[in-house]
C-alpha cells in the first residue's frame, strides 16, 4: 500500500520507559484504589465477605442518598442529551456529522448505557419481595448486588468493542464518481501530470479539442516543485509541492468539500479565501487534512516558508483542510497568487480534464500520444484517488485488525475474573446448595450471570458505535461488516468458552463434594 520494498521496526527507549511507567503507575492507583475501599468496611463485613446492600448500611446520611439518587437519575439522561445534540448536529459541506464529533458523541452515548444500566441494577438491589424467588430474579439479584464487579467488567469490554467499531467506521469517503464535484474528484474525469513543462503555445498547436467539444474542459495548472507530502511517501514533506489552481472557478461550480474551512468562512466559500493575499508577501493555502496532519505535521493557522527565486521569502498560510482529494501531496494556492509570488520557479506541469465518461478513455490516449514529448501521464481522477485511500484503509484494517486481536486476548482477562469471582462465592453456593438448590441450578445461575456480563458489554459497545456505523454504511466509505463480524464473533465464542468452563466447574463431582463439605 504505501509502495516500499521493506518496513522495519523502530523501538525507541522513551516510548517504551513511557508505557512501563504509565502500566506501572496505572496497576498502583487500582490497587490502592481498591485497598483503601476494602480497608475502609466493617472487620465483619470483610470477613464475612460481604458488601452492603443499601446506602444507609453503607453509611450514607438522608443527604447524600438524595444527592446519589438525583445523580443517578439525571447522568443517563444527561450523557445521552450530549450524544444526541453532537449526532444530529450538522456539520461539513455535506451536512451530516463528521467523525470529529461521532466520536466523543459514541462515547457519551456508551457512558449513557453504562449509567442507565447502573440506575436499573440499584432500582433492582432495593427492590424487597417475600415471594420466592425463580432462576431469572436470582440472576437479577446477584448481579444487582455485585453491579460495581458487573459495571467494570461490561465497560472494559465495551470500550474495547467501541473501540474496534469505531476503527472499522472511519474509512475515507468513497466518492470518486466523476461527475460528483463536491467528492474527491472534484467532478474532473482525468488527472494528467508531464515531467516537463507545457508552455501556452505548445498547448495551442498539440490540443484544438477544446475549442470543438464544449463538454470537455481543460484546467492547466502551475507547479512549484517541491517534496511529495502524500500518503506514498513515508517521510515527512518540509515543503510541499504548491499547486496553483483557479480558486474563482473552484468556488462557483462548488468543487470539492473542505473538513476544515478557513475561520470566518460562514456567509462566503472557503475557495474564496485563496483568491487574495494575507499581507505583503503572505499568501493563504489549504491542503487536503491528512497531508496537513501526517504529511507535514502542521495545523490550521501554520506557516510554511518558501524561496522566490530572488533572495526573498514567501509565507504560505493553513487557512483551510480539504476532505480527501484527487490534490493530496500538493499545497493548494491561488493560480495567479502562485505566478505572481515566483515569476520563475513555476512550470504548467498539472492537467485536470472535465469530460463525459464515455470518452475519457479516449481522451486520455489521445492526451498521452500528443504529448509525449513532454512525458505527461494520463490517468483517471477517480483511480488516483482510490491509490490515496487504499493507504489509509490499509493502516485502518491493521489497527482493526491489531484491536480485534487485543481484544479477544483481553477476554481471557474475563475467564480469569469469572474463575475468581465463583471462588470468592463458594460460601454462598454452598449455602444455597444446602437450602435445596441442585447443582445443575447452580451451574445455570453461574452460566446466567457471566453471560449477560458478556452480552451486555459487546451490545454497549456496538450501540455506541451505531451512529459511525450507520454514517459510514450511508456512503463515507463503506463498513467492514465482515472483518467487524469475525472479530466480535470470536470474542463472542471465547468469551462464552470461558464461562461455560466456569460454569462447568460448579457442576463437577468434585466441586460437589467440597460444596458438602462447607
Request: contains cysteine; aromatic residues 8%.
Amino acid at each position: 500500500a504505501v509502495q516500499t520494498s521493506q518496513l522495519t521496526v523502530s523501538l525507541r527507549f522513551s516510548t517504551l520507559a513511557i508505557g512501563a511507567l504509565t502500566g506501572f503507575l496505572l496497576t498502583n492507583a487500582v490497587t490502592s484504589a481498591i485497598l483503601f475501599r476494602t480497608l475502609r468496611k466493617p472487620v465483619a463485613q470483610t470477613v464475612k465477605g460481604t458488601q452492603a446492600d443499601t446506602l444507609e448500611e453503607a453509611g450514607w446520611n438522608v443527604a447524600g442518598s438524595i444527592l446519589r439518587k438525583g445523580i443517578l437519575a439525571a447522568l443517563p439522561i444527561i450523557a445521552l442529551g450530549a450524544a444526541l445534540l453532537l449526532i444530529f448536529l450538522p456539520q461539513g459541506d455535506n451536512g451530516n456529522a463528521s467523525p470529529a464529533t461521532l466520536l466523543p458523541a459514541g462515547a457519551l452515548l456508551m457512558a449513557a448505557l453504562l449509567a442507565f444500566l447502573n440506575r436499573m441494577l440499584f432500582k433492582a438491589a432495593r427492590h424487597r419481595s417475600t415471594a420466592v424467588p425463580t432462576l431469572p430474579a436470582l440472576v437479577i439479584r446477584n448481579i444487582s448486588r455485585n453491579r460495581a464487579r458487573f459495571l467494570s467488567v461490561a465497560a472494559i469490554l465495551a470500550a474495547g468493542t467501541f473501540s474496534i467499531l469505531i476503527t472499522g467506521a472511519n474509512r475515507p469517503e468513497n466518492s470518486t464518481l466523476p461527475g460528483d464535484r463536491s467528492g474527491g474528484t472534484g467532478g474532473f474525469a482525468l488527472w494528467g501530470e508531464s515531467t516537463a513543462a507545457v508552455l501556452k503555445a505548445d498547448w495551442e498547436d498539440n490540443i484544438p479539442v477544446e475549442r470543438s467539444d464544449p463538454s470537455i474542459r481543460f484546467f492547466r495548472l502551475p507547479v512549484l516543485q517541491g517534496d511529495d507530502a502524500s500518503c506514498l511517501n513515508l517521510n515527512q514533506a518540509a515543503r510541499p509541492s504548491l499547486l496553483g489552481v483557479p480558486a474563482g472557478e473552484f468556488s462557483r461550480s462548488g468543487r470539492f468539500s473542505f473538513a476544515s474551512a478557513p475561520s470566518g468562512a460562514s456567509g462566503c466559500k472557503p475557495w474564496d479565501f485563496l483568491r487574495r493575499p494575507l499581507a505583503p508577501g503572505v499568501i493563504p493555502g489549504v491542503a487536503d487534512q491528512s497531508v496537513i496532519t501526517w504529511g507535514i505535521r502542521k495545523s490550521i493557522g501554520d506557516t510554511l516558508i518558501y524561496g522566490d527565486g530572488y533572495g526573498n521569502n514567501v509565507r504560505v498560510v493553513l487557512v483551510g483542510g480539504l476532505e480527501s482529494s484527487v490534490f493530496q501531496g500538493y499545497m493548494l494556492v491561488s493560480d495567479s497568487l502562485l505566478r505572481a509570488a515566483f515569476p520563475t520557479g513555476t512550470a504548467t506541469k498539472v492537467l485536470l480534464a472535465e469530460a463525459p465518461a464515455e470518452h475519457a478513455d479516449t481522451l486520455a490516449r489521445e492526451l498521452e500520444e500528443r504529448f509525449r514529448d513532454f512525458g505527461m501521464t494520463v490517468e483517471p481522477a477517480a483511480h488516483r484517488l482510490a491509490a490515496f485511500q487504499v493507504v489509509t484503509e490499509t493502516y485502518l484494517a491493521v489497527f482493526l485488525l491489531l484491536g480485534g486481536l487485543g481484544l479477544v486476548l483481553g477476554t481471557f482477562g474475563f475467564g480469569i475474573v469469572t474463575l475468581r469471582n465463583l471462588q470468592a462465592r463458594r460460601r454462598e453456593r454452598s449455602l444455597m446448595h444446602l437450602l435445596g438448590f441442585p447443582l445443575r441450578t447452580l451451574c445455570l445461575l453461574s452460566l446466567a450471570e457471566n453471560l449477560i456480563t458478556l452480552i451486555a458489554g459487546l451490545a454497549t459497545g456496538i450501540l455506541a458505535a451505531l451512529p459511525s456505523i450507520l454514517t459510514a454504511s450511508a456512503g463515507r466509505g463503506g463498513f467492514p461488516w465482515a472483518m467487524a463480524g469475525i472479530i466480535l464473533g470470536a470474542v463472542l465464542l471465547n468469551g462464552m468458552v470461558w464461562i461455560f468452563i466456569a460454569a462447568g466447574s460448579v457442576s463437577s463431582r468434585k466441586n460437589s463434594s467440597d460444596l458438602q463439605a462447607e
